[in-house]
């Protein structure tokens, strides 16, 4: 084990987060809110110190990075950046406690967008900028992380992940990773940019338009108004914030193709024609259930709630006008980023609908979480040949995604995950409600945290308690399951195997 190699790659993100905390210092400097500037300039200084020393300290040993050293990584980058990124939240006195201030920035990093916040009307702007921030880099990192690291490891299946860069055979991970990252980090930027300006043009205000944009190509779902996407009044930003969420939900491999002018890559990639077939199927089951349903409403208002709770679930985003804290959002008039629909999106999507499109996810090598479609596939098309093997027992039937055969420990290696995920949620839920929850707002709040779907929890059950009302143990655990839901369970677990450590 080379633990250099692992500290030396820290080192550097350290520094990007560092990097980060210099918007909002500016933000608040420009707000007026000098003690806050002064916070976070301090944590930048902290934070991109540490990780130079890092850096540089290890610099000698940084060449070995393999399998294992990438199993470390995938773990202690989330929780080390975690930790630096709640700073500037703990010291500028808002979250109340470590531990809250810790729950909301590996939140934001994981990007499942649960908060302990109230009352954003009284947060400086830099706060919320630098929560929005915390998701937006989050993001890219996931996305880093899948292309470069968790897919070539094979980790849950990933072997099927089809990639339109360059595969780099023979670099180092630390260089394929770099290399990721210098591909996808203007597109990303680009495309951030670009879904600003619309919401810009939508009607929302520049800061909110860019803190909504961070969130919503990043399918966090943090917002900076308390009553969430409803209290813009505007069917406009919901339908540019439904396009954002769906491209933060595809393969960003695919838009760096089309950016580099190969648009047949989206017709060649399988989850992209899963992802199409999933909302078109939504949005005829939404017309379905108008039609056979007693609604008085009528049906562009019916159409267009549903529709946006559906796109919002399947990209795990989870942006709701349920201000947090607030055990019963329908008396705030509905959830589901709807205002007054929004009571009547979760009257159409059941709770148990929801839940399977948050489980179900987006694509592998974007933003969002879940299972992602491709393994969802596999699990289907592998059901679909053991049916066909009744009637035909030596048949010989491949298994294939698009244009790519699926070999058989790839098959196993996704039935393993499943295994593991059902074994992780009903465990969360345990831990759960060992600390006070009810069952079903532990049930749901193991879903939606492992799905990094966070704001769902009142949405699915509006009783449940605020997570700033939890215990300390609950958003412990809590935060472990949003960890374990973006690093990938088998790259987690595997840490846990003593033959990792001996040899």
Sequence with gaps: MSYTSVFHCLGWTLVLLASLMILPAMTALLDGNTSLAWTFAASAILTGFCGAAFALATWRGAERFGKREGFMFLVLVWIVLALFGALPLHFSGLPGRPIDAFFEAISGLTTTGATVFSNFDEIPPAI??????????????????????????????????????????????????????????????????????????????????????????????????????????SSMIEMVLMAVMLVGAMNFTLHWAAFNGRFRAFKENAEAYYLTIAITFL????????????????????????????????????????????????????????????GLAVGVLAPILIIGLVLVGGSTGSTSGGMRLLRIAVLSKQAQRELLRLTHPHGVRPLRLGKVRIQNPVIWSVWSFFFILILVLAATALALAYFGLGTEAAITAAVVSVSNAGPFLHVITPGAPGYDEMSDGAKFVLAIAMMAGRVELLALLSLFNPRYWNR
């Design 283 to 342: 949005v005829f089951a939404i017309i379905v259930l108008f039609v056979i349903g007693d609604s008085e409403i009528d049906f562009v208002s019916y159409f267009r709630s549903s529709i946006f709770t559906a796109v919002s679930a399947i990209t795990t985003t989870g942006f709701t006008n349920s201000p947090v804290g607030i055990s019963d959002p329908s008396a705030l008039g509905g959830v589901g980023g709807l205002g007054g629909l929004g």
């Design 128 to 233: 919320l900028l630098w929560r929005a921030l915390l998701q937006w880099g989050g993001g890219l990192l996931s996305i880093v992380l899948a292309v470069s690291l968790i897919a070539p490891l094979g980790i849950g299946g990933m072997e099927a992940f089809q990639s339109a860069l360059p595969r780099g055979e023979g670099a180092s991970m630390p260089s394929r990773m770099l290399q990721v990252a210098q591909d996808l980090f203007w597109i990303y930027v680009l495309l951030t940019l670009l879904a600003a300006f619309a919401l810009w043009v939508a009607g929302m205000s520049a800061f909110d338009g860019l803190c909504h944009a961070f969130s919503a190509i990043s399918t966090g779902g943090f917002s900076t108004r308390e009553g969430g996407i409803e209290s813009f009044h």
